[in-house]
């Protein structure tokens, strides 16, 4: 099992910036990628960004070059820096791993990132 804590959701204002933080814990080895999704109230939860165990990155159309996915291998950790925050970007973000050996991944509970003026 794999435990994902997700932090540093909030309220801000258009072109804003915020740093979203994503801890994993347990059985965390075979990680194969860990990436952020999002979902807007009545829309289905779709792909922000990836990154996978050898660093490679992908972004949605919508978020590249405005947020940029790392990691710290030491925490077991992922971030998503997000600059030039849109009304759009509204929405809840959920952390995602997957491990190479197994077909489900693991989740976290979301952090809520609301842009609104």
């Known amino acids: 099992q794999v435990q994902l804590v997700e932090s540093g959701g909030g309220l801000v204002q258009p072109g804003g910036s915020l740093r979203l933080s994503c801890a994993a814990s347990?059985?965390?080895?075979?990680?194969?990628?860990m990436s952020w999704y999002r979902q807007a109230p009545g829309n289905q939860r779709e792909l922000v960004a990836t990154?996978?165990?050898?660093?490679?990155?992908n972004y949605a159309d919508s978020v590249r070059g405005r947020f940029t996915i790392s990691r710290d291998s030491a925490k077991n950790t992922i971030y998503l820096q997000m600059a030039s925050l849109k009304l759009e970007d509204t929405g809840v973000y959920y952390c995602?791993?997957?491990?190479?050996?197994?077909?489900?991944?693991?989740w976290g509970q979301g952090t809520q990132v609301t842009v609104s003026s």
């Open positions: 990154i996978t165990n050898t660093g490679t990155t």
């Open positions: 347990g059985s965390i080895f075979g990680i194969s990628a």
């Open positions: 995602k791993v997957d491990r190479s050996f197994e077909l489900s991944p693991y």
